[in-house]
């Protein structure tokens, strides 16, 4: 009994010991700066980190004074997270990347290599994976980070929701997240395609809060186009075009509106895809490997500015392969300048060899996007089936002449 | 009728009470010690007179006045010893005691007493005592007076459908009340006395063939085994036998609706009733016991099940809601969605305390909200409670001592922790709130977790009456499955709960319906 009631004392004054743990790594919210993005830049040698941090006050439904929403904090250091620790010289408040919503890489960081970007981003616990990549044109991320955007309040929010949409609606655009990133660049194949973004018009008023008080915005953020990253680093910047073809291919297309002239040539006729599914196969794989890439368009009528019976089957046969032609011209001769001009597999043809014949991708994945992946015959097929004319049958306005 | 005696063979009380003083001989001697022993107190009636024309022999009569019925004494007792006797014939060969008991005392209830203990115990449960000069034997006379609150609406636990009506102070009006319920002669009714001052009646009612024998004896033994001078509410009973004292939860259920009760009888359960109290005791009580609420059972049973599964939500909002709070904003914000963290950070920004402070003090200024307006004189109750919702519901937020999501928390907490329906529930875990907060504030989302482990742990180690506390969960039992948290239609609720009840399992026949409408239209 004795022995008992010792070693209950002892387990009491051991479980005391976890007491003394305190609240440890304990952060009151507002003792946060929740940073929603980063921007890196390449400033000489060294790393220029810019974060964008809510200033939670000036979000406040009842009282909001002249502040703005945000604030950016800029430092520079040899490595990135020296950076950001360097960051509490200006900030009263630590700051806090978990809610990290978009990350902007400078053009001289993408020129440069955007490696050493992501590595503190993967290591780091605080950081989760669900945020998007961007690059910036024509600009450094530093600027694309202080322009302010009317709105959203928070201008890191308008970069995320605005690239989620357009990815969803017309599909230029590419939703680019950590780990997705660091896959591509760390397979055999080592490419990818990040969203660009621009910034249009006055970029000094864009600094400022009367950038929001003016009904047409002076500046503005606007994403273009792909970029297409060879390794780490920039090859080069895909138009709207060839941004939208590169997402058939990657089957990342939602839905977009493709626009066929009439079969008078006196006016277009717009259609919104509802569905695409795109199949890459490896046809052989000889000396020169041939794909069959087969995608499958399901579409609605949008919007006809001519005449035209569209309840006559023959018409919209017609009018489906010469969309499909269309289509398919456009993703050859987006093929065709990855192929010749950067000779980069940013697609993927190269995976879809060594998923269907791994050993032999392990010969020739060495010489791939140099010697075979330019000469790969690719046969592209659109296959379009249009299912719906929306809520008219034939256009009342562009009434046929009897 | 009196409890005491039916069972003072084998009640501890006859054992503890060894000494027993005799009658004497001479009636002026009784009544000597009789009047010293009470204190001469001025409610113990003892009347001397002679009866008897011819023999003259010289009675008392003794009864409590407020306890006895006074009207049935002068109509039953003295106008028959002093007026009717002399009609009688006098043909005595018996002795006096049995004459007057055959002749004379026109009253239901009529015993023996040998002792002066027996005495004092028959009048202090409102009996008329009747001693006679030369005999060591007198007589008790039943006369309790029914004085009575008359039978209300129950007032903790009320229902919309369902029977209104609700226990009273008095035992016999309860026991009555069951029995109105469930009339079957196997309803048995076992007594005992508790209490060695307050001598206090305790009736255990049980249905025999149904309840568990085991579970009748082990209560009667628990009972049996309580040493204590005063009984005054079944609340005693229930600390007094319950399995666990160091728990929060609570291992005996009450009740002070007759339908609820006769419900449990008919389960198999123990039902324990203590005179001078309106809640009934109910054992081996279960944990869903206390999530279930009368009008479950008189609604359709597919609103039932959705109430009761919103009672196990409401509990689990009041133990974990704030405690998962301080632990998710003061250690894993990266856990709430930014533009949520972004309106908490807002609401958060100027409040000088942590998360953790914050918390606690809402908290506890809502119990004392809360046990103010409990214990507060009825006139006085609103303004507390507007007093208490403008300082806490706005004045703190608008000074920004504590933030509005915090309020939120807390209230809705506060309500919650309501939506059991037995208020002993709502108290165990509005209580483990607490603890569950401090860890949260120490470690975060694993402290909450071990919380709750130790709280599941704990539940399970629990017994009521020798059955698992968490049954049918754990031990998980399919049959019982439809009476826990999903209540079946009344049709399929064909078995008792198992654990409880292992002789008479079946509830009731299947229902057959006859197939084919028997309407109007065919005939």
């Not at chain 1, 507002?30 to 941090?53: K, M, P, S, W, Y």
């Not at chain 1, 690719?378 to 009342?396: A, E, F, M, P, W």
């Not at chain 2, 928390?409 to 401090?438: D, G, H, K």
Request: with cysteine; glycine share 6%; net charge neutral.
């Amino acid at each position: 009994m004795k022995v008992r009631k010792k070693i209950t004392f002892i387990l009491f004054l051991l479980s005391i010991t976890l007491l003394l743990t305190g609240c440890w790594s304990k952060r009151e919210l507002n003792e946060l700066a929740i940073g929603v993005a980063l921007g890196i830049d390449r400033v000489d040698d060294q790393f220029e980190v810019t974060v964008q941090i809510v200033d939670p006050s000036e979000l406040s439904i009842k009282q909001s004074s002249s502040r703005t929403s945000v604030v950016t904090y800029t430092t520079k250091g040899k490595t990135i997270f020296e950076a950001i620790r360097k960051m509490t010289l200006i900030s009263s408040r630590a700051i806090y990347l978990s809610h990290l919503q978009i990350m902007v890489i400078g053009e001289g960081m993408a020129n440069d290599g955007i490696k050493p970007t992501l590595e503190l981003l993967a290591r780091d616990h605080e950081v989760r994976n669900n945020f998007y990549i961007v690059v910036s044109s024509k600009s450094t991320a530093r600027e694309v980070l202080n322009i302010l955007t009317p709105l959203e309040k928070i201008p890191a929010n308008k970069l995320f929701s605005s690239l989620e949409v357009s990815q969803k609606k017309w599909g230029v655009t590419s939703k680019m997240r950590l780990d997705q990133l660091i896959n591509h660049l760390s397979n055999d194949i080592k490419s990818a395609a990040l969203t660009t973004v621009e910034i249009i018009g006055d970029q000094k008023i864009g600094n400022d809060q009367t950038n929001m008080e003016i009904v047409n915005t002076p500046a503005l953020l606007q994403y273009s186009g792909l970029s297409i990253f060879k390794d780490d680093k920039l090859v080069g910047i895909l138009n709207e075009e060839e941004s939208k073809s590169y997402n058939y291919l990657r089957d990342e297309i939602e839905s977009t509106i493709e626009s066929v002239s009439c079969p008078k040539n006196d006016g277009n006729i717009a259609t919104q895809v509802i569905n695409s599914k795109t199949e890459i196969k490896v046809k052989s794989i000889k000396d020169i490997p041939e794909f069959d890439v087969n995608i499958n368009v399901e579409q609605n009528i949008g919007e006809v500015e001519c005449q035209i019976d569209l309840t006559d089957s023959n018409t919209i046969k017609q009018f489906n392969e010469k969309e499909s032609k269309q289509i398919e011209k456009r993703i050859k001769s987006l093929i065709e300048k990855l192929q010749n001009k950067y000779q980069v597999d940013v697609v993927g043809f190269g995976e879809k060899i060594y998923r269907s014949h791994p050993k032999e991708w392990k010969k020739i994945k060495g010489k791939w996007e140099e010697a075979i992946f330019p000469k790969a015959k690719i046969n592209v097929k659109v296959n379009i089936k249009t299912k719906g004319l929306g809520t008219l049958r034939n256009s009342q306005l562009y009434e046929q002449k009897e | 009728m009196s409890f005491s005696k039916n069972n003072n063979s084998n009640s501890p009380e006859s054992k503890k009470n060894k000494t027993k003083d005799p009658l004497l001989k001479s009636l002026a001697e009784n009544v000597k010690i009789i009047k010293k022993v009470m204190g001469n107190s001025n409610d113990i009636i003892i009347r001397e007179v002679d009866i008897l024309k011819t023999d003259k022999q010289r009675i008392a009569i003794i009864y409590a006045d407020g306890l006895a019925d006074k009207t049935a004494i002068t109509d039953f007792i003295m106008e028959s010893l002093m007026l009717d006797i002399d009609s009688t014939p006098e043909t005595r060969e018996e002795d006096i005691i049995q004459y007057l008991k055959n002749f004379c005392l026109t009253v239901g209830d009529v015993e023996d007493v040998n002792d002066l203990q027996s005495v004092y115990r028959a009048v202090l449960n409102g009996e008329t005592v009747i001693l006679l000069e030369g005999q060591t034997k007198g007589i008790a006379t039943s006369t309790k007076s029914s004085k009575d609150r008359a039978i209300s609406q129950p007032s903790t636990e009320s229902v919309i459908r369902g029977p209104q009506e609700s226990f009273t102070e008095t035992l016999r009006t309860n026991t009555a009340l069951i029995r109105r319920k469930i009339k079957d002669p196997n309803l048995w009714i076992k007594s005992r006395v508790i209490g060695d001052i307050t001598q206090t009646d305790v009736a255990i009612m049980y249905i025999n063939g149904i309840a568990n024998d085991k579970i009748v004896k082990e209560v009667l033994e628990r009972l049996d085994q309580i040493e204590i001078d005063g009984i005054l509410d079944s609340g005693y009973i229930e600390e007094l036998i319950q399995d666990s004292q160091f728990t929060p939860f609570p291992t005996v259920f009450n009740s002070e609706r007759p339908d609820v009760i006769a419900a449990a009888l008919l389960e198999g359960k123990v039902a324990i009733i203590v005179d001078g109290s309106p809640f009934v005791l109910i054992v081996p009580a279960l944990f869903p016991a206390f999530l279930q609420a009368a009008e479950d059972y008189y609604q359709r049973s597919i609103i039932s099940t959705l109430i009761r599964i919103l009672r196990y939500g409401g509990i689990f909002v009041s133990l974990m809601i704030p405690s998962l709070y301080i632990s998710i904003t003061t250690f894993h914000q990266e856990m709430i969605p930014t533009p949520m963290l972004i309106s908490i950070a807002l609401q958060r920004e100027g409040v000088p305390f942590p998360a953790f402070i914050e918390a606690i003090l809402m908290e506890i200024a809502f119990e004392i909200l809360r046990e103010a307006g409990l214990r507060m004189p009825r006139v006085i109750g609103p303004a507390v409670s507007i007093v208490g919702t403008l300082i806490i519901g706005q004045a703190a937020v608008e000074a920004g001592i504590v933030s509005a999501v915090m309020v939120i928390i807390v209230s809705i907490t506060a309500i919650c922790s309501f939506l059991s329906p037995a208020y002993a529930m709502s108290n165990s875990i509005r209580m483990l709130r607490f603890p569950l907060m401090i860890l949260a504030a120490m470690f975060g989302l694993f402290g909450v977790m071990m919380g709750a482990f130790a709280i599941i742990l704990h539940v399970c180690s629990l017994r009521s009456f020798g059955i698992p506390y968490t049954a049918p969960f754990a031990p998980l039992i399919p049959s019982d499955q439809k009476d826990a948290i999903v209540l079946f239609s009344r049709g399929s609720l064909l078995t008792r709960p198992r654990l409880v009840n292992q002789k008479n399992v079946t509830r009731e026949q299947k229902l057959v319906r006859k197939k084919g409408r028997s309407d109007l239209g065919e005939s």
